[in-house]
């Protein structure tokens, strides 16, 4: 074989190891977060440390749901209902016991089971058969609350006892730390599982199950664990909610927040833990920016439906733009630079 001949081969096996030796550890990255979110709060004033704080807490659920429907292909109509499980959890815990890591721990022990149950039945449906059976799950369990009165205090909800943070410390600061202190723990975790056999298995089985099947994959253990390890990071944001609230109710865990964190998910680019993080970044601004307009246009019938207009629209226009969602730009951008060049 000539030089001139094994220089292709040598270029291909170079490439994949460039590529390999370019991706950053998840670890760095969740440290370089926590850098950057502690000098954000001592930047920002109050009411947008609350909102930062409101942004963690939805990057942990909308983290765990796009693994269960971008990595495994499982549509979950219902992780506002596991949301409001770990809320109530929490709450229930922490007026009792009054200790904020059991609290957060029982919360996040009882959605998991939940999604366990949900998980097994949904490990048998496939398509608008398990959308359905998750969409009934959102509408049950806020139903719970109203038929259970006397201990969920039906509509009204619970209040939640919490100790005051430290006095050199504001409330808003606080609550910023705490809430992206559990979310970049659960998303290292969530990087560190699908970086393994974990993600090459979900991966496997949402492409093709009888492929997936023929290499010795648990199909149906995949799915179920899929949906548990999902449950477990909406019981982590629903605690965290009850935490930024103070409180709980029903109206918190309306059949439209699970549609908005499914829209969310897509827009920001499913399967992509950078992705849930734009997700997250859309749930809290589109919200506060339908109200603005909502307010300026003067009609309170329209302030309530203006929200889910704009995610439709933003859903279009990025679907497309950029089909693989936001997070999918910037390398779309590099490989019209690559292409330019």
């Known amino acids: 074989m000539t030089a001139i001949e094994a220089r292709p081969e040598t270029g291909a096996k170079a490439l994949p190891e460039a590529k390999r030796r370019r991706r950053v550890h998840p670890v760095i990255v969740i440290a370089a977060a926590a850098v950057l979110v502690v ?36 549509l979950s109509l219902g992780h506002g209902a596991l949301m409001a499980t ?28 939940l999604g366990a149950i949900i998980g097994l039945a949904a490990a048998r449906l496939r398509g608008p058969y398990l959308a359905g059976l998750t ?37 808003e600061q606080w609550q910023a ?5 559990a979310a970049l723990v659960v998303v290292l975790l969530l990087a560190l599982l699908v970086r393994g056999r974990f993600g ?36 982590v944001s629903g605690a965290l909610f009850a935490y ?54 003067g009609s309170q019938r329209l302030e309530g439906n203006l929200a889910l207009i704009v995610f439709g629209v933003v859903l279009v226009v990025v679907m497309l733009a950029a089909p693989g969602g936001l997070a999918s730009i910037p390398s779309r951008i590099s490989r019209l630079i690559r292409r330019n060049r």
């Not at 709060?41 to 942990?60: E, I, K, M, S, W």
């Not at 730390?177 to 202190?181: A, F, G, K, Q, V």
């Not at 089985?205 to 994959?217: F, M, N, P, Q, S």
């Not at 964190?261 to 809290?284: E, N, P, R, T």
């Open 135 to 171: 969409l009934a799950v959102a509408i049950v369990v806020p139903s719970v609350t109203s038929t259970f009165d006397e201990t969920f205090n039906s509509d009204q909800g619970l209040s939640v006892y919490l100790n005051p943070p430290p006095e050199q410390y504001p409330m």
């Open 244 to 297: 930024l609230a103070q409180s709980v109710s029903p109206g918190a865990f309306p059949l439209t927040l699970s549609l908005f964190l499914v829209m969310a998910i897509v827009i920001g680019g499913l399967g992509s833990l950078f992705g849930a993080l734009w997700g997250a970044l859309l749930l809290v601004v589109l919200p506060t920016l339908s109200q603005s307009l909502g307010e300026q246009a």
């Open 86 to 113: 770990g809320a109530y959890t929490l709450a229930l815990t922490q007026n009792k016991w009054e200790n904020l890591p059991v609290s957060f721990a029982a919360a996040v022990l009882v959605t998991t089971l």
């Open 200 to 235: 090459r298995d979900l991966r496997a089985v949402r492409d093709d199950e009888t492929a997936a099947k023929l290499a010795g994959i648990n199909i149906a253990r995949t799915q179920v664990l899929a949906f548990v390890v999902s449950a477990a990071c909406a019981g």
């Open 177 to 181: 730390w705490l809430c992206w202190s």
């Open 39 to 74: 000098v954000l709060t001592y930047v920002l004033p109050p009411f947008r440390n609350y909102q930062l704080a409101t942004v963690g807490a939805y990057f942990c659920v909308t983290a765990g749901l796009t693994v269960l429907t971008g990595l495994n292909g499982q």
